[in-house]
């Protein structure tokens, strides 16, 4: 997501998820890269995580798609985190910073 890849996001999700028989791929997809392309570049006082978070649960019903508690769990604890960026530091660029690190490991995958 903060490389704004949602087309890579979207095979996350369906790496992680149980989703019946005949679900359309490629539709979920391209809806995982709207949702994706909505938030990209956002500034920590703009992004909602929570709302974020609603959109890929209600996009991941409409696809009859059953998340794994192991990519829900994390998603939980950001959402800690969120507040308390919000209160302390609300014009961060959490994606700005995080791109160092998401170059780093995009370069040393397996």
Do not use: K, W
């Not at 949602?6 to 996350?12: L, V």
């Not at 890269?33 to 990209?40: E, G, I, K, Q, Y």
């Amino acid at each position: 997501m903060g490389t704004g890849n949602g087309r890579r996001c979207a095979e996350i999700v369906l790496s992680t998820a149980r989703y019946p028989a005949g679900m359309d791929a490629a539709a979920f997809t391209a809806e995982m890269v709207a949702l994706v392309d909505s938030v990209t570049g956002a500034r920590a006082a703009d992004f909602d995580l929570l709302r974020f978070a609603a959109g890929l649960f209600e996009l991941q019903r409409r696809h009859g798609l059953h998340a794994d508690p192991l990519f829900i769990f994390p998603l939980l604890g950001i959402l800690v985190f969120e507040g308390a960026i919000n209160d302390h530091h609300p014009e961060l660029d959490f994606q700005e910073l995080a791109m160092p690190y998401l170059i780093q490991a995009l370069f040393t995958r397996r």
